[in-house]
């Protein structure tokens, strides 16, 4: 059981404590046999991933902002664009805001996926101020009776102080009226491994992050470092991307996800 979770990217230190527990439920309730032990962790990892609120939280009123952050290539724009197509077919007016003006292809993706989802776009200068971008898209949204903004945001370096205090920035803006920051979602790409949790780590501490987009795991990768993370951190997973197109996300089911890690 250690090797599969160990395999399944779950960590040392999460896997240990997780067969701490384990052992001392084998011990309180006598189980003696490998498919009641198998059953008993998987009851045990199918809790915990449950744990916390897995819907997305959207309050009416004003604009919300769902601030998209994780670092590049994990597939932030991919998954804004599946999170705006199923919005909109919830019947929600969905603005995106191109937060990465760090990278014009990055704008030039969103605007791209904007069409093709039919939502609209709200894009600045290459090198341009993030935050002011956001804003104006919030601004937007409000004269527009619009319900939701989702907005990119830079991925690059981290490990680096600027760009943690820049998403600080980011969020503070969002957060000002007529805006209201309702959902922070990291994106952590399946394959990434160990690095997902210092990633957690970092980006939470910066921008209080209250939901997991866990992506690509429609490849080999079981992305377990998702157990670390809601263990260590708290941070429920709330959708799963399952490839490239605009239909490939489906919300987190914690039964399904613990029954793939041993199959
Ligand atoms: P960003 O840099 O975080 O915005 O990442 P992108 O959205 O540009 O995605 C990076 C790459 O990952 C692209 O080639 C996407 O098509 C791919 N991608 C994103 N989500 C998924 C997924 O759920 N499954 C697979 N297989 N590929 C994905």
Redesign the pocket.
């Known amino acids: 059981l250690e090797e599969a979770l160990i395999r399944a990217d779950v960590g040392v230190g999460t896997t240990g404590t997780l067969l701490e527990d384990l052992r001392a439920e084998v011990e309180h309730k006598g189980i003696t046999e490998p498919d009641a032990l198998l059953e008993q962790l998987k009851g045990d990892l199918k809790a915990r991933l449950a744990q916390g609120d897995h819907e997305l939280t959207y309050e009416p009123g004003s604009p919300n902002v769902w601030l998209f952050v994780?670092v590049?290539?994990?597939?932030?724009?991919?998954?804004i664009a599946k999170v705006a197509k199923v919005q909109q077919a919830d019947g929600r007016r969905v603005v995106l805001a191109a937060g990465d003006t760090f990278r014009a292809a990055?704008a030039e993706?969103l605007g791209t996926w904007a069409k093709r989802v039919g939502a609209q776009l709200v894009r600045g200068n290459e090198g341009g101020d993030p935050g002011a971008v956001v804003f104006d898209a919030v601004e937007r949204a409000a004269a527009r009776q619009t319900d939701l903004v989702l907005a990119?945001t830079a991925?690059r370096l981290h490990t680096k102080v600027n760009l943690m205090e820049e998403l600080k920035k980011v969020r503070r803006v969002a957060d000002k009226p007529p805006g209201k920051v309702t959902e922070v979602l990291l994106?952590i790409d399946a394959t990434t491994g160990q690095n997902g949790l210092v990633q957690a780590a970092q980006f939470t501490e910066a921008v209080d992050v209250t939901g997991v987009v866990l992506?690509?795991?429609?490849?080999s990768a079981k992305g377990g470092i998702v157990l670390a993370i809601q263990t260590e951190l708290g941070i429920p997973v709330k959708l799963v991307?399952?490839?490239?197109t605009v239909d490939?996300l489906v919300p987190f089911d914690p039964d399904e996800f613990v029954e793939a890690l041993f199959a």
């Open positions: 994780g590049n290539g994990v597939g932030k724009t991919t998954s990055a993706q990119d991925g994106v992506t690509k795991l429609d490849g991307g399952l490839g490239e490939d």
